[in-house]
């Protein structure tokens, strides 16, 4: 069962963690619940919260001690309180990221929801869950802006940039410009109930698969299939959004599925790759039938 690296809580439904990379390029399993505690990773270490040096010099000591000398999990709640009241009181107290933020410095035209007026700003770094912009435009926390895109961007941008994103942040900078955060809309999809378009099915399936421009076949293992797709273990990292082609072993009622698919999302784990794609053009081949034995 999938457990919370922080609180040290297990949850049946994996969606409620977040897997999020620590300075020392650790991933930890962090709940929804302790990020928006604002929980920061780099103090996560072994499932335990641990409280830096400069943190105790000016929290309540006797609240602190009692947590760090009991049981871990079950006081966790009480140190995040503690951590807030640091955070509170300006101490540097971060926020654990979802995704990690790539630098960058690119000019975009931006339009506010049922208004047509074009308004100009500099993409200062993106990630997966949004992006941040400078601007000398007022913007308010809630807006929705619609971003234009028109121009060439790098591969790894076009795949990860959206059209559509919410003001989460509104900071004023002291050179007169406004430090803005976005979040994409796409994101907001954990507040109701969770669908799928196809029911998956769990399975322990073998397969191979040929990357393109690439004469070498890799082997990988299948676990749960659905009529829109598969997720695969690999011993590599995919790019998100890259089409290769695959053969699944049994896949089919009498033979193989071969064709090819897109990667939809990677997640690191320990030793492997959890790899989610979606069929783009797959096929059934049937297994050559054996002749009777005489």
Same mark, same amino acid.
């Given at each position: 069962?999938?457990?919370? %690296?922080?609180?040290?809580?297990?949850?049946? %439904?994996?969606?409620?963690?977040?897997?999020?990379?620590?300075?020392?390029?650790?991933?930890l399993?962090?709940?929804?619940?302790?990020?928006?505690?604002?929980?920061?990773? %780099?103090?996560?270490?072994?499932?335990?919260?641990?409280?830096e040096?400069?943190?105790?010099?000016?929290?309540?000591?006797?609240?602190?001690?009692?947590? !760090?000398?009991g049981?871990? /999990?079950?006081?966790?709640?009480?140190? !995040?309180?503690?951590?807030?009241?640091?955070?509170?009181?300006k101490?540097r107290?971060?926020?654990?990221?979802?995704?990690?933020?790539?630098?960058?410095?690119m000019?975009?035209?931006?339009?506010?929801?049922?208004?047509?007026?074009?308004?100009?700003g500099?993409?200062?770094?993106?990630?997966?869950?949004? !992006?941040? !912009?400078? *601007?000398?435009?007022?913007?308010?926390?809630?807006?929705i802006v619609?971003?234009?895109? %028109?121009?060439p961007?790098?591969?790894?941008?076009?795949?990860?940039?959206?059209?559509?994103?919410e003001?989460?942040?509104?900071?004023?900078?002291?050179?007169?410009? /406004?430090?803005?955060?976005?979040?994409?809309?796409?994101?907001?999809?954990?507040?109701?109930?969770?669908?799928?378009?196809?029911?998956?099915?769990?399975?322990?399936?073998?397969?191979?698969?040929?990357?393109?421009?690439?004469?070498?076949?890799?082997?990988?293992?299948v676990?749960?299939?659905?009529?829109?797709?598969?997720?695969?273990?690999?011993?590599?990292?995919?790019?998100?959004?890259?089409?290769?082609?695959?053969?699944?072993?049994?896949?089919? *009622?009498k033979?193989?599925?071969?064709g090819?698919m897109?990667?939809?999302?990677?997640?690191?784990?320990?030793?492997?790759?959890?790899t989610?794609?979606?069929?783009?053009?797959?096929?059934?081949?049937?297994?050559?039938?054996?002749p009777?034995?005489?």
């Open positions: 069962m999938p457990r919370c %690296n922080s609180c040290g809580k297990n949850y049946d %439904n994996p969606s409620i963690l977040e897997l999020v990379k620590n300075q020392e390029n650790r991933w399993m962090i709940c929804r619940h302790c990020i928006d505690m604002g929980v920061d990773v %780099n103090l996560v270490e072994q499932g335990n919260i641990v409280v040096a400069h943190a105790l010099a000016t929290a309540d000591t006797q609240s602190v001690s009692t947590v !760090l000398s049981d871990p /999990i079950a006081d966790a709640r009480r140190l !995040l309180d503690t951590l807030r009241n640091l955070r509170q009181s101490e107290v971060g926020r654990a990221r979802s995704h990690e933020r790539k630098p960058v410095e000019k975009v035209y931006f339009t506010l929801a049922r208004d047509d007026t074009r308004h100009e500099t993409v200062r770094d993106f990630s997966q869950g949004g !992006l941040r !912009l400078l *601007t000398v435009y007022p913007l308010v926390k809630g807006q619609q971003f234009d895109w %028109n121009m961007l790098p591969p790894a941008m076009a795949r990860t940039l959206q059209s559509t994103a003001v989460r942040r509104v900071t004023n900078t002291e050179d007169g410009m /406004i430090d803005v955060g976005f979040r994409f809309l796409t994101r907001q999809v954990d507040k109701g109930a969770y669908r799928r378009r196809f029911r998956r099915y769990k399975c322990d399936m073998a397969m191979f698969y040929q990357r393109n421009g690439s004469a070498l076949m890799s082997y990988g293992r676990s749960d299939i659905s009529q829109g797709g598969c997720q695969m273990h690999l011993d590599e990292a995919l790019e998100q959004g890259e089409v290769f082609h695959v053969r699944l072993i049994g896949g089919g *009622t033979g193989d599925l071969v090819s897109r990667v939809c999302r990677v997640i690191p784990r320990e030793v492997e790759f959890e989610g794609c979606a069929f783009e053009k797959m096929r059934m081949e049937k297994q050559a039938e054996q009777d034995s005489a």
